[in-house]
């Protein structure tokens, strides 16, 4: 898959942009501040419908604006087909083929991206939620339903959460409308703990070869999901929903306690264990970021299994952080199968390799210097 053709208006500090890109390697070259983040962010719009570093879509609208627009062309298995995006500070519309998609899930899967930023080393380092997002952004590209799923999840559990608060403070004493609400919860945390499940040993088996492969044969790779309730990857769907109503039912009284739902996919978290030792607590930098590169090197391979289809493989700003056998081996990875974007203020730390074969854009100002 790849994108042959970009256009922007009115997007962030780009007003009307307007390229043709190789479908191979292209390197986005320029100063800070002049927009090579804005670009690679205006193709994860494209495909996911949001930003990975904002969740307002407002601030993707150039500040003299009400409007912006992300319109791409897609080469999918020889077919070609359009994208576009469009954001009013109304809300936005998703076009596929010219068609509105109202549901998200009908729309994100038709352009497969990763993305690997500096932020990315928070996927060992920080909190849990961005471990949790990491996950429910992979599988909601390679399954789309789960997004419906997770979507019902969120809303029943912001319900549920309301109604605690009420029995907390005693408001409210309808224990029948929370059993429902949990009820309906658990359908949904089931169905996603079942896919989360299934997405880590795939994960888990490519992210240790490629890890292995980083470390020169020295560091083994592990993950395990470490979840809140008495559920293990072993489970099917049923027994998760069984166990997940049974753990609901246990802590039920001491969620009306703190007036919040305590257990289920909202509250769980993935480890990263290398050599058998918590990278997390453990690990060096190095090791951090080896983790981090091997997930995301992990997912294009699981990507490809899924949809047999490359995804597109957006490195911000990272290339010149690997040292030259790390970019040795991502670039042995991709070699000529999956179209990467790089953006770098300088072509100093890039293998030359990479530039022999590179398109080239430099970037000034929001314009693409000819
Ligand atoms: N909504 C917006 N409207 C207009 N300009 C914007 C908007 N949002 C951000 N900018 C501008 O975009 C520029 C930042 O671009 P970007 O983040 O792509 O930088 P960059 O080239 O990746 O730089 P660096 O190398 O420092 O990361 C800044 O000048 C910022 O003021």
Same mark, same amino acid.
């Given at each position: 898959?790849?994108i042959?053709?970009? #256009?922007?208006t009115?997007y962030?500090?780009?007003?009307?942009?307007?390229?043709?890109?190789?479908?191979?390697?292209?390197?986005?070259?320029?100063?800070?501040?002049?927009?090579?983040?804005?670009?690679m962010?205006?193709i994860?719009?494209?495909?996911f419908?949001?930003?990975?570093r904002?969740?307002?879509?407002?601030?993707?609208?150039?500040?003299?604006?009400?409007y912006?627009?992300?319109?791409?062309?897609?080469?999918?298995?020889?077919?070609q087909?359009?994208?576009?995006?469009q954001?009013?500070?109304?809300?936005?519309?998703?076009?596929?083929?010219?068609?509105?998609?109202?549901?998200l899930?009908?729309?994100?899967?038709?352009?497969?991206?990763?993305?690997f930023?500096?932020?990315?080393?928070?996927?060992?380092?920080? #909190?849990?939620q961005?471990?949790?997002r990491?996950?429910d952004?992979?599988? $909601?590209?390679?399954?789309?339903v789960?997004?419906?799923?997770?979507?019902?999840?969120?809303?029943?559990?912001?319900?549920?959460?309301h109604?605690l608060?009420?029995l907390?403070?005693r408001r409210?004493?309808?224990?029948?409308?929370?059993?429902?609400?949990?009820?309906?919860?658990?359908e949904?945390?089931?169905?996603?703990?079942?896919?989360?499940?299934?997405?880590m040993?795939?994960?888990?088996?490519?992210?240790?070869?490629?890890?292995? $492969?980083? #470390?020169r $044969?020295?560091?083994?790779?592990?993950?395990?999901?470490?979840?809140?309730?008495?559920?293990?990857?072993?489970?099917?769907?049923?027994k998760?929903?069984?166990?997940?109503?049974?753990?609901?039912?246990?802590?039920?009284?001491?969620?009306i306690?703190?007036?919040?739902?305590l257990?289920?996919?909202h509250?769980?978290?993935v480890?990263?264990?290398?050599?058998?030792?918590?990278?997390?607590?453990? $690990?060096?930098q190095?090791?951090?970021?080896?983790?981090?590169? #091997?997930?995301?090197?992990a997912?294009?391979e699981?990507?490809y299994?899924?949809?047999?289809?490359?995804?597109?493989?957006?490195l911000?700003?990272?290339?010149?952080?690997?040292d030259?056998?790390?970019q040795?081996?991502?670039?042995d990875?991709?070699?000529?199968?999956v179209q990467?974007?790089?953006?770098?203020?300088s072509?100093d730390?890039?293998h030359?390799?990479?530039?022999?074969?590179?398109?080239?854009?430099?970037?000034?100002?929001g314009?693409?210097?000819?």
């Open positions: 898959m790849h042959q053709q970009l #256009s922007l009115n962030r500090n780009y007003k009307q942009l307007s390229v043709q890109f190789d479908d191979k390697i292209n390197v986005i070259i320029g100063e800070n501040a002049q927009g090579k983040t804005n670009l962010e205006s994860y719009v494209l495909g419908s949001k930003s990975h904002t969740t307002k879509d407002k601030e993707l609208i150039q500040w003299d604006q009400n912006a627009k992300i319109e791409g062309s897609i080469v999918k298995r020889n077919r087909f359009p994208l576009e995006i954001i009013t500070n109304k809300g936005k519309k998703a076009k596929l083929n010219h068609l509105e998609q109202r549901r899930s009908d729309y994100i899967g038709a352009l497969n991206i990763v993305m930023a500096p932020e990315d080393l928070n996927l060992v380092k920080g #909190s849990p961005i471990r949790r990491f996950i952004m992979e599988i $909601g590209q390679i399954q789309p789960y997004i419906y799923h997770l979507g019902q999840y969120v809303k029943i559990l912001k319900q549920r959460n109604l608060k009420q907390q403070k409210t004493d309808d224990v029948t409308m929370l059993r429902v609400l949990t009820e309906q919860m658990t949904h945390a089931a169905i996603i703990l079942e896919k989360r499940f299934l997405f040993k795939h994960l888990r088996k490519w992210a240790n070869e490629i890890h292995r $492969g980083i #470390s $044969g020295i560091e083994d790779l592990d993950l395990q999901y470490a979840a809140t309730a008495e559920v293990s990857e072993s489970d099917n769907k049923e998760i929903r069984i166990t997940l109503t049974e753990s609901f039912a246990e802590v039920e009284t001491k969620e306690e703190r007036g919040t739902t257990i289920g996919p509250r769980d978290d480890v990263f264990y290398v050599n058998g030792k918590n990278v997390q607590t453990y $690990g060096s190095g090791q951090q970021r080896t983790t981090a590169l #091997s997930l995301k090197l997912e294009i699981l990507i299994q899924e949809t047999k289809d490359y995804p597109i493989l957006l911000d700003d990272v290339l010149s952080e690997l030259d056998y790390r040795s081996h991502l670039l990875t991709i070699e000529g199968k990467t974007f790089v953006s770098t203020t072509v730390g890039i030359h390799q990479t530039l022999e074969k590179a398109e080239i854009f430099r970037i000034d100002q314009k693409i210097l000819e």
